[in-house]
């Protein structure tokens, strides 16, 4: 059973062999940072038809934004002997636990430090950071808050960090000085 395909290879010199639509988008001459050339982007990326997440809690106004699946809380100071049913234990009195993420230490395979629970419903994760956030769990006291909230107005974009420290700077100066002694 020999399946056979015939292939036109009777190609003039000027036939287009590009695809309808191809043929019809615009050429944009792009160069540059960011492909920035005026209002003209069009290339979708930079364009404020972004898909946006809608609460259907009402009851979650603030800061707090929701994950795709649920109400995600970020748990920080957590003992390394933690377990994941010491987490559902604590947390799980406060409403139906989704999702409950230990990050473990490769080399060590204790828990890092932080956990990720995940709820239904913006009131259970909101009841849970107010009566958990300073809470001892294992002889260690907790932190707790929503892992994605919303960007404050004089937010900077994550330029906060980089002061004259950060870059290396001894504190902005560059006196000359080096541990050596001088020679005269």
């Avoid at 409950?100 to 259970?124: A, I, M, P, Q």
């Avoid at 294992?138 to 892992?147: I, K, R």
């Avoid at 404050?152 to 000085?177: A, F, K, P, Q, V």
Wanted: some cysteine; aromatic content about 6%; overall charge negative.
């Amino acid at each position: 059973m020999s399946d056979r395909y015939e292939i036109d290879l009777n190609v003039k010199p000027g036939d287009d062999l590009q695809d309808e639509e191809m043929a019809e988008a615009p050429q944009v001459k792009r160069k540059g940072r960011g492909f920035q050339s005026g209002d003209q982007r069009g290339d979708g990326v930079h364009s404020s038809a972004f898909d946006k997440l809608t609460s259907s809690d009402d009851s979650a106004s603030g800061r707090a934004l929701k994950s795709i699946e649920g109400w995600i809380v970020l748990i920080t100071g957590v003992h390394e002997e933690a377990t994941e049913e010491d987490i559902l234990d604590k947390f799980g009195e406060y409403g139906e636990v989704k999702n409950v993420h230990l990050n473990l230490d490769r080399r060590t395979g204790y828990v890092k430090g932080y956990v990720l629970v995940e709820y239904e419903k913006f009131s259970e994760a909101e009841e849970a950071i107010a009566a958990m956030n300073g809470a001892k769990l294992l002889d260690q006291t907790l932190t707790c808050d929503f892992a994605f909230v919303k960007p404050t107005n004089n937010d900077d974009r994550g330029r906060r960090g980089l002061t004259s420290r950060s870059r290396g700077g001894h504190g902005g100066r560059r006196s000359g000085r080096s541990s050596s002694p001088t020679r005269r």
